[in-house]
């Protein structure tokens, strides 16, 4: 497999430096991205720069990825229009490991000579003294050559400025590459579009320092057709850790792409083969209302992220909320994973005690909750099959409810209607 093709028939290659490809095609070389550390998850704004390193060690190159617990604590301001907070020692070693447990979902680090690495860029600058950084790198590039970067061009246009701690951001980065050449044989950097400027500090760096080789590839950035971010939904971030986003949130995200953006991104995000994709997209334009690409898209990553259990949550709990599903699957559901279920649901608490003795359905729907604003309504619509508990419709407005119609002992299930759900939560 011819690495450099791979990511050019799927769109994603963006900038290469001249040689790249012949030094890849000769056989296995190392390689590396960096992955930022400022908090203890990746989301899916990652997922380009881990298919990359996938599909580089499929092409039988040996990939390393970086965590930045040093440049962490410096900020790049490669996109930013403002300085970060700067995090503490604590919270990045917190955030490094969280990040290496969840990259060893997506590559393998036991194949052999090219299984996959996790560098920690702390662990060469902790002893690394400033006055020996500046001596022994940063007389290496002069300031007019880091000021003709764009990253810094565009925040020192702007109005907030930048300083001298970001401006270093690239030497510091540049090191990295150099230290990773050196000590790890690493020939190319690769990142997003918006790394082109610090991944060439790098090659040039390592030219100047040790009159040595190296080669920079850039994938493209991702965006929506509609041109709004990429990964960014009304409630915040897409994140890979089920307790920041569920499985269910996380599946919805990729069912719920257009059809533009779908035939795109499974381009991007699949591992399957441009013919597999073809046959997708063809069986997709044929009826383009039963959502095949974007069902495949989200099935496929949501297990590699997660897990092939945490798909199949995923799709029960879509077929509840969405079709005719039953309420066993929320038995085996955490609670605060019912929560999410339900999460932008009108939730209301009822009370164990009352529930012991029995409570009728009107009062229960009607008094003891505000499913319904009176008891004359909730009859009304009970009289008519338009109320269900736990999936099942209420046929007579004096039927008792007790505790044992509970899921798990402390759910009920309202639904008024076919669409309108109420949670309600015995205390």
Same mark, same amino acid.
């Given at each position: 497999?011819?690495? *450099?093709?791979?990511?050019?028939?799927?769109?994603?290659?963006? #900038?290469?430096?001249?040689?790249?490809? #012949?030094?890849?095609?000769?056989?296995?070389?190392?390689?590396?991205?960096?992955? &930022?550390?400022?908090?203890?998850?990746?989301?899916?704004?990652?997922?380009?720069?881990?298919?990359?390193?996938?599909?580089?060690?499929?092409?039988? @190159?040996?990939?390393?990825?970086?965590?930045?617990?040093?440049?962490?604590? *410096?900020? #790049? +301001?490669?996109?930013?229009?403002?300085?970060?907070?700067?995090?503490?020692?604590? /919270?990045?070693?917190?955030?490094?490991?969280?990040?290496?447990?969840?990259?060893?979902?997506?590559?393998?680090?036991?194949?052999?000579?090219?299984?996959?690495?996790? !560098?920690?860029?702390?662990?060469?600058?902790?002893?690394?003294?400033?006055?020996? %950084?500046?001596?022994? *790198?940063?007389?290496?590039?002069?300031?007019?050559?880091?000021?003709?970067?764009?990253?810094?061009?565009?925040?020192?246009?702007?109005?907030?400025?930048?300083?001298?701690?970001?401006?270093?951001?690239?030497? *510091?980065?540049?090191?990295?590459?150099?230290?990773?050449?050196?000590?790890?044989?690493?020939?190319?950097?690769?990142?997003?579009?918006?790394?082109?400027?610090?991944? /060439?500090?790098?090659?040039?760096?390592?030219?100047?320092?040790?009159?040595?080789?190296?080669?920079?590839?850039?994938?493209?950035?991702?965006?929506?057709?509609?041109?709004?971010?990429?990964?960014?939904?009304?409630?915040?971030?897409?994140?890979?850790?089920?307790?920041?986003?569920?499985?269910?949130?996380?599946?919805? %995200?990729?069912?719920?792409?257009?059809?533009? &953006?779908?035939?795109?991104?499974?381009?991007?995000?699949?591992?399957?083969?441009?013919?597999?994709?073809?046959?997708?997209?063809?069986?997709?334009?044929?009826? +383009?209302?039963?959502? !095949?690409?974007?069902?495949?898209?989200?099935?496929?990553?949501?297990?590699?992220? @997660?897990?092939?259990?945490?798909?199949?949550?995923?799709?029960?709990?879509?077929? %509840?909320?969405?079709?005719?599903?039953?309420?066993?699957?929320?038995?085996?559901?955490?609670?605060?994973?019912?929560?999410?279920?339900?999460?932008?649901?009108?939730?209301?608490?009822?009370?164990?005690?009352?529930?012991?003795?029995?409570?009728?359905?009107?009062?229960?729907?009607?008094?003891?909750?505000?499913?319904? !604003?009176?008891?004359?309504?909730?009859?009304?619509?009970?009289?008519?099959?338009?109320?269900?508990?736990?999936?099942? $419709? /209420?046929?007579? +407005?004096?039927? /008792?409810?007790?505790?044992?119609?509970?899921?798990?002992?402390?759910?009920?299930?309202?639904?008024?209607?076919? $669409?309108?759900? %109420?949670?309600?939560?015995?205390?």
């Amino acid at each position: 497999m011819n690495f *450099v093709e791979e990511l050019r028939w799927r769109g994603m290659l963006h #900038d290469i430096m001249p040689g790249t490809e #012949d030094e890849l095609n000769k056989g296995m070389a190392a390689g590396y991205i960096g992955f &930022d550390p400022t908090a203890d998850s990746l989301h899916v704004g990652h997922l380009t720069q881990i298919m990359t390193l996938i599909h580089f060690q499929k092409a039988g @190159h040996k990939p390393y990825a970086l965590v930045g617990g040093a440049t962490g604590m *410096v900020g #790049d +301001p490669s996109g930013k229009s403002a300085e970060r907070n700067l995090l503490s020692e604590d /919270v990045l070693r917190h955030n490094v490991t969280c990040i290496e447990n969840q990259l060893k979902k997506f590559l393998d680090f036991n194949s052999g000579a090219n299984s996959a690495e996790m !560098v920690n860029n702390y662990d060469w600058f902790q002893n690394f003294s400033f006055l020996d %950084f500046i001596r022994d *790198v940063g007389k290496h590039l002069t300031v007019n050559y880091m000021m003709a970067k764009d990253s810094v061009k565009k925040r020192l246009e702007g109005e907030t400025g930048m300083s001298f701690t970001e401006f270093s951001y690239q030497l *510091v980065q540049g090191y990295d590459f150099y230290w990773l050449w050196k000590n790890k044989k690493c020939l190319v950097q690769m990142g997003g579009s918006d790394q082109w400027g610090n991944i /060439v500090t790098g090659t040039e760096l390592i030219r100047r320092m040790a009159s040595g080789t190296a080669f920079a590839i850039t994938t493209q950035l991702i965006k929506k057709a509609d041109g709004t971010k990429f990964g960014k939904t009304e409630s915040g971030a897409i994140w890979l850790d089920s307790s920041k986003t569920s499985p269910y949130k996380f599946y919805q %995200f990729w069912l719920n792409t257009t059809d533009v &953006d779908a035939k795109s991104w499974i381009r991007i995000f699949s591992l399957k083969c441009k013919e597999e994709i073809e046959a997708i997209e063809t069986e997709h334009d044929a009826a +383009p209302h039963l959502r !095949v690409l974007q069902k495949a898209l989200a099935e496929e990553i949501t297990i590699r992220t @997660h897990s092939e259990e945490a798909l199949q949550t995923a799709l029960k709990t879509s077929e %509840f909320l969405f079709g005719t599903g039953s309420v066993d699957f929320l038995n085996q559901l955490k609670d605060d994973e019912i929560l999410e279920v339900f999460e932008g649901v009108p939730q209301f608490k009822i009370s164990n005690d009352e529930l012991a003795q029995g409570i009728s359905v009107t009062d229960l729907l009607a008094e003891k909750s505000q499913v319904f !604003v009176s008891k004359g309504e909730a009859k009304k619509m009970i009289q008519g099959g338009g109320v269900s508990l736990n999936r099942e $419709k /209420v046929a007579d +407005p004096s039927d /008792v409810i007790t505790a044992e119609k509970l899921v798990k002992g402390k759910y009920l299930i309202a639904q008024k209607g076919k $669409k309108n759900y %109420f949670l309600l939560i015995a205390q």
